[in-house]
């Protein structure tokens, strides 16, 4: 069972470059999230979605976008990469509001 | 606005030493759902346990125990005899019901150290 598959796990990007951290997840589930970690202070909500075609901005959502075009994928782009957003990136789906959620195994970023 | 406190950072004991995580809570909603998470060293998320605020029953699954208590906003977890695979980062974390919208809100995470 796949579950949530986030990718890449690793990346390094210089200050200004763009990508797009990918999030899919095979439960049909209609709430998906994009959450950072940085160390010492928890996971902070970036973006989440209640279903294909509606996000919403969580707690620290500057600096990032996201899109859910199907309910299977939920990927967060990030535009003009800053050393800010150096954290670990963890991307969660539940099946409906305030069930446990799944989350993927992460992907770790690097702004340099 | 729904917030989780995890007063506790760090916490170490040696093997076989019970330890209690301390979660406290605000919500203004009547419906809510608290959750504990544990972040092993590997790094991913695994689900402990959810609980309803209408269900303040106690929950015992093997050396794990949780203590949800509405009257002070508090869900404790208790670890019995710890083991050093305990060793992780533990996060309780808050899901209000109310609203066209879920969010699941974290505290800061506890990371327990079990020593052999």
């Known amino acids: 069972n796949a579950g949530v598959t986030q990718t890449p796990k690793f990346r390094i990007l210089k200050i200004g470059q763009s990508m797009t951290l990918q999030c899919t997840q095979d439960?049909?589930?209609?709430?998906m999230y994009w959450y950072r970690q940085d160390p010492g202070m928890g996971l902070k909500l970036i973006y989440y979605s209640v279903g294909a075609g509606i996000t919403d901005k969580g707690e620290v959502p500057n600096g990032y976008n996201v899109s859910r075009s199907t309910t299977e994928d939920f990927p967060l782009r990030l535009e003009l990469a800053a050393p800010s957003q150096t954290s670990v990136y963890f991307c969660a789906s539940s099946s409906e509001r305030a069930t446990e959620a799944f989350f993927g195994q992460g992907t770790r970023l690097t702004v340099v | 606005a729904q917030k989780v406190t995890q007063a506790q950072t760090e916490i170490s004991v040696v093997e076989k030493e019970d330890v209690t995580l301390d979660c406290v809570y605000e919500t203004r909603d009547t419906t809510y759902y608290l959750f504990w998470y544990k972040q092993p060293p590997s790094g991913e998320l695994v689900f402990l346990i959810r609980?309803?605020?209408?269900?303040?029953q106690n929950e015992i699954s093997g050396r794990y125990s949780w203590n949800f208590q509405k009257s002070t906003s508090s869900f404790n977890f208790t670890i019995t005899a710890s083991q050093v695979v305990d060793s992780a980062v533990y996060f309780c974390a808050l899901s209000e019901r109310s609203g066209a919208n879920s969010k699941l809100t974290f505290g800061k995470g506890i990371t327990l150290s079990v020593r052999p």
């Open positions: 439960m049909n589930h209609n709430y």
């Open positions: 609980r309803n605020s209408f269900d303040e």
